[in-house]
């Protein structure tokens, strides 16, 4: 343990950081797997579906790497690796 009081402040907003960002980057896999899923049920209707899940994943994802929680490439990769199988599949349909 820290003798400085400020290095001890340090330690605790970084562990209440650490667990903000952990429940954050949680959340995009979660949206991650929510397109995925959609993307794995065959049915024509799916189409609206589809793309709102891409959509909403995006919007998460950038609002992440814009404050800076993940990497702007990072999250450039995740997205265009989703958007390849989004392509995909909507052009099967």
Not at 6 to 24: D, F, H, P, V, Y
């Amino acid at each position: 343990m820290a003798n400085i009081k400020s290095a001890q402040k340090r330690i605790l907003t970084n562990e209440k950081r650490r667990a903000k960002n952990a429940g954050i980057k949680t959340s995009v896999r979660t949206e991650a797997k929510k397109v995925l899923k959609t993307l794995e049920s065959e049915k024509p209707e799916e189409k609206n579906l589809i793309e709102q899940a891409f959509k909403n994943f995006v919007k998460r994802i950038d609002r992440i790497s814009g404050k800076k929680i993940i990497h702007w490439k990072t999250a450039a990769r995740k997205k265009s690796r989703i958007a390849k199988k989004v392509n995909a599949a909507l052009k099967q349909a």
